[in-house]
């Protein structure tokens, strides 16, 4: 395995960008940490994102547990879709739109 070390004194001069489909993983993965919520993932109907200079707006539609506080719940979603794509990415997000569009009514959650 390589090891690779930032050297400060070097100056390289470039750009990263990342392909729309990469952040929507990284999305994808952020919903996913949070117990009690599913992705609706319906030809690409569960996320969409825009990109503008102020930042990345993203519309989520997930599908929720019986037994969870809707509202703490997309609270959560949009913590950790905030927290990962900034982490991950050199991206603000500007907004995260959650939409319930399903509950899981089973007793034992998909």
């Known amino acids: 395995m390589a090891h690779l070390r930032h050297d ?6 470039g750009k990263i960008t990342y392909n729309s489909s990469i952040v929507s993983g990284i999305v994808a993965l952020a919903i996913g940490e949070v117990e009690g919520a599913h992705l609706i993932n319906t030809k690409n109907k569960g996320i969409k994102l825009t990109f503008d200079k102020q930042g990345i ?11 969870a506080n809707v509202s703490s ?6 913590q950790s879709i905030k927290h990962n794509v900034e982490s991950m990415t050199n991206y603000k997000v500007e907004k995260v739109n ?3 569009t399903d509950v899981n009514f089973l007793e034992n959650p998909v």
């Not at 400060?8 to 001069?13: A, C, D, E, I, V």
């Not at 993203?58 to 019986?66: F, W």
């Open 73 to 78: 719940l997309a609270f959560k979603i949009q």
């Open 98 to 100: 959650v939409h319930v």
């Open 57 to 67: 707006v993203a519309d989520i539609n997930v599908k929720v547990d019986i037994t």
């Open 8 to 13: 400060p004194t070097t100056t390289q001069k």
